[in-house]
């Protein structure tokens, strides 16, 4: 059972600021996971080879191919702002 103390030293860590319902919340919520945990840590798994993922599916790959593509005129059309043939976007990075 995780206690209140270990819910704020995890959102501290994380810089999240939480109310006391919340800090509840994830208390039962993250108890809840690590006993879920411990039922799995008692599962017996001895000739299981460990895997990356549970499905043998491997990438299925196709030729890469050179098409045609759409004209810039028909792209900027669908675009909703431009600026001298270009899409424009809104700033992402601050400026340094």
């Known amino acids: 059972m995780i206690d209140r103390e270990t819910v704020l030293h ?8 939480l109310s ?4 509840e919340l994830f208390r039962q919520q993250l108890s809840s996971i690590l006993e879920h945990m411990a039922i799995l840590r008692e599962a017996d798994v001895s000739g299981v080879s460990p895997l990356a993922h549970a499905s043998r599916l491997t990438n299925v790959m196709r030729e890469d191919e050179p098409a045609p593509s759409y004209p810039p005129q028909v792209l900027l059309a669908n675009a909703p702002d431009q600026e001298e043939q270009c899409l424009k976007v809104n700033a992402v990075l601050e400026e340094s």
């Open 10 to 17: 995890i959102a501290q860590l994380a810089r999240l600021g």
């Open 20 to 23: 006391d319902e919340e800090v």
